[in-house]
């Protein structure tokens, strides 16, 4: 098979327990790979996170992320409990002696929360080694895609494993380590060949529009993985796919950058090192079109160049939708996901600061009093599309920051943070319009919500209050607005008050704990804030035009707030470890989307063991 080259991989490995910094300077950087573009079999080394995961036998692949944790497919180990499963490293055949190996026992396995069986959307999930392993030029970790990276249609890529050559072509002996290099399909392509509700936002493709190189059934679980400078970065985990090398149908794979958060969440000591991955240029995915899929619009496709797999659900720049919330009048609740999908989380050393709210494609904005008076950008992260603070997020998202800009005026100050990468907007990420002089007038209903310190039960939910303008009397001016009484608590500085307009939701102020001068409580039970539009010149300069909600803005208030591979394996693992059919509907819509394949009888997808 000339598509693939053998690789020899020896290591003698050492227990070593290690610190809890994330692993940044081992990751990627293999000291025995010389991979280039047409180069010749890899020495050995070369792809020293690369691991085995076997029960009776070899079942998948996976990739090592640090000194104890193993990344791999969801589908590879679903149903299967720890005791099942060994994980070899510095492996390089599945026969004869591997005397430079070392072998872990798991003790536990955690399955994306989110992951779908069917549709294998969230195909991800993560493995505690028994003990720690020592890294050498054999061993040693890859890094990770860090939320917001962009693989744009042909960037460079290659998959490692022990799969079958071929639909049903087993790996001759030895069984050696083998590899392909691809280049990644976007996303709309991937869709016009899979079927546009087949390809989520979670998944990536990858493999040559002739067909030809792939990875296939065995490879399931293992790593993508692109060179960026001197690292290599894993991009995707094998998934799943329609037969091995086909024409115009690419390996599919889990989208490792949209699971950083996720994965910090899980793993509490030697964080995985994660690196954004850029791609250079314009993405040529975003001209392809085809029945089915929606269009991009010449203003997402020129605003937007960094977003790899454009939303499709939602049109980008515009604001205050929120698709998933029907609130209507009544008392403080704990929020659902998506009801307010502008609402950040701003954090600093891994924890919950402030709130904030996305204002625009690529700022979130809070209140000054969270940061000192020249902070620092890169302490920051913020997180969007979060619900829990602890437990669970699978719509979220955790961008860098590189810059933060403070008002500096008179009295409250408001604050501006430039995010690394522009988020791709969803059902539950998408920026709230703001206040540019509306009157929200008596009677009107607004909402704040927010991670109150304490509040929300051990996952710490996310709060949410109802609360209804009010009367100003005799301090009324356009700069105030009013409101029932209700608790500011620590980490609420920074949540919005938000009212609705018509169809849209606008940031009528933006909120503070620890500043008394931004609020004032009254005898006659009403709380004076300063609107957020005596800051239009300074939101102006630092945003410029602001985005224009869904509807028309000569709108008045409402009283009420009614709204709302493997591919590469086309199969997946059970719990059995015996092959099962793929979903009827799936087989339905990819016969009817591949008429080619006039020998789908032959070749049903078949779940992988």
Known sequence: MAWLRVIYVAAVLSLQIRDSKPQLSDCGQPALNTRIVGGQ???????PWQVS????????GGSLINNQWVLTAAHCVNGRSPSQITVYLGRQSQEGLNPNEVSRSVTQIIIHPGYDSDTFDNDISLLKLSSSVTFSNYISPVCLAASGSTFFSGVDTWITGWGTIGSGVDLPSPKNLMEVEVPVVGNRQCKCSYGVNQITDNMMCAGLEEGGKDSCQGDSGGPLVSKQG?????GGIVSFGIGCAQPNFPGVYARVSQYETWIKNQISSSQPGFISFTSNGTDSDLSVS???LPPISTTTASTTPSTASPTTTIPALVCGRAPQNSRISGGSSVAKAGVWPWMASLQKDGRHVCGGTLVAVDSVMSNANCFPSSPNASEWTVVLGRLRQNG????EVSLNVTNITLSNMTGSNIALLK???QPTLSDYIQPICLDDGKTFPVGSVCWTAGWSSGQ????QVMQELQTSVLNCGNISTSESICTGLFALEEGDSGNPLMCKLDSAWFQAVVLSFASPSSRQKREDKVMVFEKLSQFQSFLTRSLGTFLSPTSSSNVTANNSTNTSSDSTTTTAATASGAHAPFSFFHCINLLILALCLHTFSEELIEHLT
């Not at 995961?53 to 998948?60: D, F, P, R, V």
């Not at 001197?230 to 894993?234: D, H, L, M, T, V």
Request: hydrophobic share 30%; charged share 10%; with cysteine.
């Open 53 to 60: 995961l076997h029960t009776s036998a070899h079942i998948c």
């Open 290 to 292: 085809c029945p089915g």
């Open 419 to 421: 995010l690394s990468t």
């Open 456 to 459: 929300g039960g051990e996952e």
């Open 230 to 234: 001197s690292r290599w970065i894993q």
């Open 41 to 47: 079999a890899a020495p050995a080394g070369s792809w």
């Open 392 to 395: 669970s997020n699978p719509f």
